[in-house]
């Protein structure tokens, strides 16, 4: 091998090196920065990039996708003395990667520190009860603080979410106490308000029930008095038809009388549980004497425009004999 061909492959070595360290290609999501003798000149953005050969370099890598940051877990000492632990998740963007490259060192350290003081001092500052129910202020005082102190960095932080909030032991048994002691007071509180919507209901029902009722007397009261009043008026119309019946000298009125009062006599008679003895005529010719006579007395109302005929005198009613029937078993 001459020293041509030596020299040609050494030349050819170097014009690889040369192109290597002269072409840059970027991909997407990142961005490169560029010195010039260890100074900031420009940056490289995604796709292809040239330098100047022997005098520029790429500085910095840097990720310009959204990361996303563990934050430690770390103990806080509440306003009210209680110690709870808190870790949470950060996500950050870099905006401005030659700032995020040369205003800090180790960006993703930087930021997870940050968000721990900041952290401690937002819930430091209130009390247990708070931080377990306001988890979303805790977030938003969180980002408005680390946004505005990352700004110089050329960092955009998007959003801080609390992981988890863990108070301890005594506290939580605490707590698991006080929620039995409410839902136990709560479910007293809902059987009390059934019962009482209950007993409305049922007094409701007996009130409704009640005005039935009295309505209903009301109205067979009301019925009850209009049907005595027609009793009424019909004898007191049989009174005077047979008063007058009396007064034209008419026996059968009279006859009518004695049949009626004698036949609801013997009927009561025999309706007595008491009763023993029943009185019952040897005959009946007595009663069916005063049974014609009150035809004869229809008769004579249907002839009122009519010649009046001579009435028939009835039969004299004999003396009843009495006879001793034995109890009904």
Known sequence: MDVTTIFAGVVLLLAIVLLISVIK??????????????????????????????VERVGRRMNMME?????PTQEVITKDNAMVKVDGIVFIQVMDSARAAYRVDDLPYAISQ???TNLRTVVGSMELDEVLSQRDSINTRLLHVIDAATEPWGVKVNRIEIKDLTPPTDITNA??????AERERRAVITEADGEKSAAIARAEGAKQAAILQAEGRKEAAFRDAEAREREAEAEARATAMVSEAIARGDVNAINYFVAQKYVEAFAELARSPQQRTVIVPTEMSALVGTIAGIGEMVGLAKQQNGSTPAPARPAPPRRPAAATVPPSA
Request: some cysteine; charged content about 20%; hydrophobic content about 40%.
């Open 25 to 54: 290609i970027v991909p997407q999501g990142r961005e490169f920065t560029v010195e010039r003798f260890g100074k900031y000149t420009k940056t490289l953005s995604p796709g292809i990039g040239f330098l100047t050969p022997f």
């Open 67 to 71: 990361q996303v940051l563990d934050v």
């Open 114 to 116: 940050l968000c721990m």
């Open 175 to 180: 707590m698991a106490r006080q929620m039995k």
